[in-house]
């Protein structure tokens, strides 16, 4: 019996993302401050032998940014930063992100926290992996209200990379740059394909028996609730608490 629970199947999930062999290799992935379960992932990378470099932005010991996202930006625009991973308030089909707000600008709909350098790691991070553990017609919409970073760009534009893919509380998205299209790779355990297509606002691809996301192994279970959890305590107190039961030492 498999006790994993969800926030394990995303990591795993996200982990196998980031060894995939079809994709370009990863080197040095960063990750961001409010993102426990893609540092779960890394770190999962980590201690499973693989030499990843990992940057954590707000880790409180052993940061190698000690001017934060600056030093970030430009280990990026100068190609050392292979993999990141970017969310947003409204994701559409095209992999463009809105981390703006909805509704006519101004104007008086929700407010999202804000751009930042959404667009610039998109552009200049050869690999990117789109994250968002809501899963709704709200979020996945047919297409964002404003575009804070483009899923695509047009040929003259110069951009090193794209997304790899899209991972939600209910399934994996597989992104095809040249067809600016998802398709559907894997749903979790407990989903459909048709309760993915009822709460996902775009149109996506889909194979004829779309496989179900494999659950953590024993051996990464086991990682995740020990070596993993210990380089994460610091950090994700509050995460670490709630999914393993762990509290940091006083």
């Given at each position: ?135 709704s017609a709200r979020v996945l919409v047919p297409r964002v209200d404003h575009v804070s970073a483009p899923g695509v760009s047009a040929p003259e534009v110069f951009r090193r990379g794209t997304a790899q893919a899209l991972v939600t509380g209910r399934c994996v998205f597989r992104f095809d740059a040249v067809r600016a299209r998802f398709t559907l790779e894997s749903i979790h355990p407990g ?60």
């Amino acid at each position: 019996m498999n006790d994993a629970a969800p926030e394990e199947v995303l990591a795993c999930a996200l982990a196998r993302l980031i060894l995939d062999p079809a994709a370009p290799l990863v080197r040095h992935v960063a990750v961001g401050a409010a993102s426990p379960i893609p540092a779960a992932a890394c770190w999962l990378v980590r201690k499973s032998g693989h030499p990843i470099r990992l940057s954590l932005l707000h880790r409180r010991s052993g940061n190698p940014f000690t001017e934060g996202s600056r030093e970030l930006f430009d280990l990026t625009g100068q190609g050392r930063i292979d993999l990141f991973f970017l969310g947003g308030g409204q994701i559409d089909g095209q992999a463009n992100l809105n981390l703006i707000g909805t509704g006519e600008w101004p104007g008086d709909g929700v407010r999202f926290p804000g751009s930042f350098g959404s667009a610039f790691m998109y552009m200049m991070t050869p690999r990117t992996i789109l994250f968002r553990e809501e899963h709704s017609a709200r979020v996945l919409v047919p297409r964002v209200d404003h575009v804070s970073a483009p899923g695509v760009s047009a040929p003259e534009v110069f951009r090193r990379g794209t997304a790899q893919a899209l991972v939600t509380g209910r399934c994996v998205f597989r992104f095809d740059a040249v067809r600016a299209r998802f398709t559907l790779e894997s749903i979790h355990p407990g989903e459909m394909v048709e309760s993915i297509r009822a709460n996902t606002g775009f149109e996506f691809d889909a194979p004829g028996d779309v496989p179900t996301t494999p659950a953590p192994t024993e051996a990464e279970r086991g990682l995740l609730r020990g070596p993993v959890c210990d380089e994460m305590l610091e950090t994700y107190p509050e995460f670490c608490a709630r999914v393993w039961g762990r509290a940091a030492a006083a």
